[in-house]
C-alpha cells in the first residue's frame, strides 16, 4: 500500500503559497513533482471541500453542501459538526478497509467531528486529548485562532509519521490568519513558513510517501456586505436565505459572511418575480436555479433551495444590520471568486494534467 500524506492548508489562494514562500516544497516540487493552480468545489467553503478531497467525489455524491443546513419541511436548521451528513465513503474508510492505518488531524474539532470515521488516530487541536499529546511527544496545542495552531497541527503530522507511521494521514489546518492578513503580511508568511519546513523534515524522513498540498478554498477582501435576507423581505418576498460558509467560528467571519446564498421561496408562486429580482439587483453578481446550478456546479439539487445566488469579488452576503455595510474589515470566501487553489504534489500517483480539482488528489489514488 502507497503512504499518502494530505495537507490542506485552509482559505489558501495561490498568492500565500509559492515559491518565494515555500522554498522548500517547490525546489521538492521540481525533482519529485510538480505545483500548479487547480479549482475547489462550489460553494468555496470548508465542509464542501473538505468532503469532496476526502471522497474524490462532488457534492452530489457526498451531499455535503455546506457548513450549516436548513430543512425548509421542519423549519430545523444548525450547524454540520458532527457524522451523519457526509454520503460518500472517504479515503480514511477505504483504506482502513484495505487493512491499512490512518489519521485525520485538524485544528477545527468540526472536521474531526464530520469525517472521523475512518480515522485510526484522530487529533484536534481545537479538543486535544493529553494521551495522544503524550504518545507524539506534542505540547498542549495554542489557540486555535492562532497563527501557531498551524505550525502545532503540522509538527503533529510530522511526529505521528514518525512515530506510528500511518499509511493514510489527512492533515488540515485553520484559516484565521487568512481571514485576517493579505498575502505578504507577516503572519501570513510565517504560517507558510512554518508548513514548508515540517513538510521538508516528513520528506526526509519518509522520502518516498506521497504528499499533496493543497487548499479547501481561497480567500479575498470584501469592501461590501450585504443583507439578501433584508433586502427580500423589504421588496415583499418571502424567503429563507441560507449562507451555506455559516459556521461557529465567528472570529474567522464576523458577520457570517460569504460569497453564496441557497434561496429557499416560502411561496412559489413568487418565484418567477424573485428571480427577475435578484437577477437585476446590483449586489449580485449571478442568479441560477437550482436545476441549473446543481448541473454546473454538481450539486444535489434537493438540497439548495430553489435558487442560488453568488456575489461579486468585492462583496459578499452576511449577516448585518439594514441591507447593506462598507468594510475594510473582511477576508471571506464562498463565492466562485474564491475557487483558485493552489496543488503542490510530490511523488503523484498520476500525471500533472490529470489534477484539476481539489477532489482529483483522492480520485486518482489507488489501494
Same mark, same amino acid.
Given at each position: ?23 522548500? %516544497? ?13 479549482? $475547489?468545489?462550489? @460553494? ?7 468532503? $469532496? ?11 455535503? /453542501? ?28 477505504? $483504506? ?15 472536521? &474531526?467531528?464530520? !469525517? ?18 503524550? #504518545?507524539?511527544?506534542?505540547?498542549? @496545542? ?30 488540515? +489546518? ?8 493579505? @498575502?505578504?503580511?507577516?503572519?501570513? /508568511? ?12 516528513? $520528506? ?7 504528499? !499533496? ?7 479575498? #477582501? ?16 418571502? /424567503? ?21 446564498? !441557497? ?62 455595510? +462598507? +468594510? ?7 463565492? &466562485?471568486?474564491?475557487?483558485? %487553489? @493552489? ?25
Amino acid at each position: 500500500m502507497e503512504k499518502v500524506l494530505i495537507l490542506v492548508i485552509d482559505g489558501c489562494a495561490p498568492e500565500y503559497f509559492t515559491e518565494k514562500t515555500a522554498p522548500h %516544497i517547490f525546489r521538492l516540487a521540481k525533482k519529485t513533482g510538480f505545483a500548479k493552480r487547480i479549482l $475547489c468545489a462550489v @460553494p468555496s467553503v470548508t465542509n464542501v471541500n473538505h468532503a $469532496c478531497i476526502l471522497s474524490g467525489k462532488w457534492p452530489e455524491e457526498t451531499g455535503v /453542501v455546506g457548513n450549516y443546513f436548513y430543512n425548509p419541511e421542519t423549519g430545523r436548521e444548525g450547524f454540520i459538526e458532527e457524522r451523519g451528513y457526509m454520503k460518500a465513503p472517504t479515503i480514511l474508510q477505504r $483504506c482502513k478497509e484495505a487493512g491499512g492505518k490512518t489519521a485525520l488531524l485538524t485544528v477545527k474539532g468540526k472536521i &474531526l467531528g464530520v !469525517y472521523g470515521d475512518g480515522a485510526d488516530i484522530g487529533i484536534s487541536a481545537q479538543t486535544p486529548d493529553r494521551g495522544q499529546l503524550e #504518545q507524539y511527544g506534542l505540547d498542549m @496545542p495554542p489557540a486555535i485562532q492562532s497563527g501557531e495552531s498551524t505550525q502545532w497541527i503540522i509538527k503533529a503530522a510530522y511526529q505521528c509519521i514518525k512515530i506510528a507511521d500511518p499509511d493514510m494521514v489527512y492533515c488540515t +489546518t485553520n484559516d484565521y490568519i487568512f481571514h485576517h492578513y493579505a @498575502p505578504g503580511h507577516k503572519e501570513a /508568511v510565517a504560517q507558510i513558513a512554518a508548513i514548508d519546513e515540517y513538510v521538508e523534515k516528513i $520528506c526526509t524522513l519518509d522520502p518516498g510517501r506521497q504528499i !499533496y498540498i493543497t487548499a479547501d478554498h481561497g480567500m479575498n #477582501q470584501k469592501s461590501t456586505i450585504v443583507n439578501f435576507q433584508s433586502i427580500a423581505e423589504r421588496a415583499g418576498f418571502a /424567503v429563507y436565505c441560507l449562507p451555506p460558509l455559516k459556521d461557529r467560528y465567528v472570529e474567522n467571519h464576523i458577520y457570517q459572511e460569504g460569497g453564496m446564498l !441557497y434561496v429557499f421561496l416560502k411561496d412559489k408562486s413568487q418565484a418567477a418575480a424573485f428571480f427577475d429580482f435578484a437577477k437585476n439587483h446590483h449586489h449580485v453578481e449571478q442568479v441560477l436555479p437550482k436545476e441549473e446550478a446543481a448541473e454546473i456546479y454538481h450539486l444535489p439539487a434537493g438540497r439548495i433551495g430553489d435558487y442560488v445566488l453568488f456575489s461579486g469579488k468585492d462583496s459578499a452576503f452576511g449577516e448585518v444590520e439594514g441591507e447593506c455595510i +462598507t +468594510t475594510d474589515a473582511s477576508r471571506t470566501h464562498g463565492s &466562485l471568486h474564491e475557487r483558485d %487553489i @493552489p496543488l503542490v504534489a510530490l511523488n503523484p500517483a498520476a500525471s500533472e494534467e490529470k489534477y484539476l480539482y481539489n477532489k482529483d488528489i483522492v480520485a486518482r489514488l489507488s489501494l
